[in-house]
């Protein structure tokens, strides 16, 4: 079964996909020995060879496209979710993607405006902070820029500032709001929509109400 492919660091073979865009070795020009890393539908073709320059920078063009895969997935989710609600599920399964990791992607895409994501840290970075406030989230990922931390260590300090947290600090309050069978009905039918437990849904829809009338007022 032939696959097509593309290649870092070569001209492309015959009937490939176009040449990937990869910056050069340090030391010289490559030799025929160290032709290149290909990208097929399932997988690599690397040379046994290959130089350590070229496979590094594979390495990085590889975490760079998946990286914004799982951005654009969820934005795919998201708007899937708001055009076709009766259709986009079908959608998922047509294409063979997982929907759990879907709806993962989805919910830390919704978490982070288009304007607000960076693309100095991972996803994965963006998804460790993505239940904390705005602000927080702007903080720790100024945090894991300046100081080069990976996602686990960014993990672990934000784990280590709350936990450093007086008590009284970390306490959430509950309110109690009365609301018609119907109203319940209709709110829950919308978190499903969303792909959202009720609670979440509704924090959501009040964070976003809040951060709107304070914008609007400045605040």
Same mark, same amino acid.
Not at 104 to 127: G, I, K, L, M, P
């Given at each position: 079964?032939?696959?097509?492919?593309?290649?870092?660091?070569?001209?492309?073979?015959?009937?490939?996909?176009?040449?990937?865009?990869?910056?050069?070795?340090?030391?010289?020009?490559? *030799?025929?020995?160290?032709?290149? $890393?290909f990208v097929t539908r399932v997988g690599l073709q690397i040379p046994?060879? #290959?130089? =350590?320059?070229? !496979?590094?920078?594979?390495? @990085?063009?590889?975490?760079? $496209?998946?990286?914004?895969?799982?951005?654009?997935?969820? &934005? !795919?989710?998201? =708007?899937g979710q708001s055009r076709y609600t009766d259709? +986009?599920?079908r959608a998922v399964d047509a294409v063979g993607l997982d929907y759990q990791t879907l709806r *993962? +992607?989805?919910?830390?895409? @919704?978490?982070?405006? $288009?304007?607000?994501?960076? &693309?100095?840290?991972?996803?994965?970075?963006?998804?460790?902070v993505a239940s904390l406030l705005p602000h927080e989230q702007d903080y720790w990922l100024n945090r894991a820029q300046e100081l080069g931390w990976s996602r686990n260590q960014l993990r672990a300090n934000v784990r280590g500032a709350r936990e450093e947290e007086p008590a009284a600090d970390r306490k959430t309050a509950s309110v109690g709001i009365q609301l018609t069978p119907e109203r319940i009905a209709r709110y829950r039918a919308a978190a499903e929509r969303s792909d959202s437990s009720l609670e979440?849904?509704? #924090?959501?829809?009040? &964070?976003? %109400?809040? *951060? *709107? %009338?304070?914008?609007? =007022?400045?605040?």
């Open positions: 079964m032939s696959t097509s492919s593309a290649a870092w660091g070569t001209a492309p073979r015959a009937g490939s996909a176009k040449e990937l865009p990869l910056r050069q070795p340090r030391h010289g020009a490559m *030799n025929g020995a160290a032709r290149g $890393v046994a060879a #290959v130089s =350590y320059d070229i !496979w590094e920078s594979a390495g @990085r063009r590889i975490s760079a $496209v998946a990286n914004s895969s799982a951005w654009c997935l969820g &934005d !795919w989710l998201i =708007y259709r +986009y599920r *993962n +992607y989805a919910w830390v895409a @919704r978490r982070f405006e $288009v304007s607000r994501r960076r &693309d100095t840290v991972s996803f994965n970075h963006h998804a460790e979440s849904w509704m #924090v959501d829809r009040l &964070d976003l %109400a809040a *951060n *709107n %009338a304070l914008g609007a =007022y400045g605040g």
